[in-house]
């Protein structure tokens, strides 16, 4: 299989956060949506049945405790989990918080419009905000 | 809490195909795409992260068991999985079998245009091919 390399669009449209003991954690540059990207640092793998019970076990804690700890700061109304890959297929999920009124707001956000990057100091405190909350 | 009880939009929009060790297992109506659900039979919850540990870890891998049986069966391109609940909060797992050129390709398939229902033979065959492949 080779080393874990990650995906070149995933790593254009995303800022480096945290690396937890599965995953990469990654904040996704759109000021629209706090929207973090959880990407399990094994080779070759496009569906989560394809990793190992040990490792989907891993990545189940992960996503939680990211979700959880994105709720936290955010204070947001509902958490969106999805692991889609339909574009990259290199296995990244999706932790996004919504809100009502939000530009998609009730319906999904992927596929919505165009990113609106952040100012860099925006990402680097969200991301200090998450970090200390997890 | 009191005791666990099917939302009843999710109960008019899906069949019923079988009962797993945590969760209902249920074919959404609307044969655009081979479409399940996953309903942790616990009352009160919306977001993965409120289940307890151990439920978490079923959950897991019942979604993963789903997703591969759903693949074995349609030979789909890419597995969607999600749990958004903007609309429904009860807590649901989505696991989609989607394809190029599906009616929403490579988008996501929530929200996108309106259900169209199965012939009743369709869904008991299709419901009766995943059962066998689990």
Redesign the interface.
């Known amino acids: 299989m080779g080393d874990f390399e990650l995906n070149n669009r995933i790593r254009a449209d995303s800022h480096m956060a945290s690396v937890l003991g599965l995953c990469q954690l990654r904040l996704m540059n759109d000021r629209r949506w706090p929207w973090l990207l959880l990407i399990p640092q094994r080779p070759g793998i496009?569906?989560?049945?394809e990793l190992t019970?040990l490792d989907?076990?891993l990545?189940?804690?992960e996503?939680?405790?990211t979700?959880?700890a994105l709720?936290r700061v955010t204070h947001c109304e509902?958490?969106?989990?999805?692991?889609?890959?339909?574009?990259v297929?290199q296995l990244h999920i999706h932790v996004i918080a919504?809100n009502p009124g939000d530009p998609a707001?009730?319906?999904?956000a992927?596929?919505v419009g165009n990113a609106e990057p952040y100012e860099p100091k925006s990402a680097a405190d969200l991301i200090a905000a998450l970090i200390d909350a997890l």
Do not use: S, Y
Request: hydrophobic share 35%; net charge positive.
């Open positions: 496009e569906e989560v049945f019970p989907q076990t990545l189940t804690f996503t939680c405790e979700a959880r709720k509902k958490i969106n989990i999805g692991a889609l890959g339909n574009h297929r919504r707001w009730p319906g999904p992927w596929a």
